[in-house]
């Protein structure tokens, strides 16, 4: 039995034989517009060899209709896109709970040296956190850390889209766990018909975000983070609320 599967907000697309519990490999299909796929290994397991592959040129599409899907916009400018990932670790640490990413000192995790690395988001502004957390073994858990700065004045806020269940932190109080949705949306935020998995306001000045997630459930997972402003001219133009007036 082969079958091709391609899950949740991750942009790849994967190989599973006997069983649609283990993808054997993993197709990357970020070029899709110029019908590009490449191999893409895994955390997760050995290196795999693949052999008898043949190729077919693709002479005509049997869909002669305009582009689908209408209307697709992606707006990674509007995403938190500059992350820092440390992963992947065979279990939750206290102490990166409590202070986030405040040391750049080495983790022993496992028998192996783990520090606080660059995370690139996808084209999408995705964070996908299946490159980096494995979908079987020990290596389950990432932490994602990043500051978001808020000038005096200017309202602001975090909605998260997410296919993985999260805990979060923010400025080193945690926020709870967020449970994780069937779908994660790029357009959260945009899309009246597709609801943050939760809202998160941010106080003025340098916000730290700390995000965990567990794998090993599922063959791939991610998240969304868009970062909603409201500039202070804006914010100082909108009647004041009945509250707002009381303490004036």
Known sequence: MTKIASPGCSPACHFYVGDMRTPKVTFDFLEVERGKVGFKPRVVGTPVWIDNISARSIEAFSYQGPPRPLGLHYAPESMVTDWQVLSPLTRTYAEIEKDGRSSDRVLRDGGVDRQWQPFATDPRGAVVTGRVTEFLG???????????????????????????????????????????????????????????????????????????????????GGFFVRLLRTPAEAVAARPASLSERERQ
Not at 155 to 179: C, H, M, P, R, T
């Open 138 to 220: 020990s290596r389950t858990v990432a932490y994602f850390a990043t500051t978001i700065d808020v000038p005096p004045g200017e309202k602001a806020e975090l909605q998260l889209s997410s296919i993985d269940d999260l805990a979060v932190w923010l400025n080193g109080s945690f926020d709870g766990y967020w449970g994780r949705d069937r779908f994660a949306w790029y357009d959260v935020g945009r899309n009246p018909d597709h609801r943050p998995t939760g809202t998160l306001p941010l106080a003025t000045g340098t916000n730290r975000l700390l995000i965990r997630v567990r794998g090993g459930q599922y063959a791939t």
